[in-house]
């Protein structure tokens, strides 16, 4: 079983930044790659970025550039460092991890998830 909590969410003016955190424990964290998630109200939950065991990104279109995924083996952590924000990057964010390494665009990819941390950027 892995644990997995994020935190560093708040309260943002567009333009400015804010970086999670998430903290995965209870197995070996290296053997995960992890995601992140959003979850705008009344929308689907969508992808935003993930992070492979061996530190491979991949972003999705509508964050790339503004955000940055990193993770810190030693610390059992992964960071999503998001810059120039916009109104449209208020959500709830997802951590999630994951046993493969391969489509890690897709929900069904993650096994375990955190209980999410809101991000909202006033405009």
């Known amino acids: 079983q892995v644990q997995v909590v994020e935190s560093g969410g708040g309260l943002v003016q567009a333009g400015g930044s804010l970086r999670l955190s998430c903290v995965a424990s209870?197995?070996?964290?290296?053997?995960?790659?992890m995601g992140w998630f959003r979850q705008a109200s009344g929308k689907e939950r969508e992808f935003v970025a993930a992070?492979?065991?061996?530190?491979?990104?991949v972003y999705a279109d509508s964050v790339k550039g503004r955000f940055t995924n990193s993770r810190d083996n030693a610390q059992n952590t992964v960071y999503l460092q998001m810059n120039s924000l916009k109104a449209e990057d208020t959500a709830v964010y997802y951590c999630a991890a994951s046993e493969s390494s391969f489509g890690l665009r897709y929900i069904s990819t993650y096994r375990y998830w955190g209980q999410g941390t809101q991000v909202t950027v006033s405009s």
């Open positions: 209870g197995r070996t964290f290296n053997n995960y790659a």
């Open positions: 992070i492979s065991r061996g530190g491979s990104t």
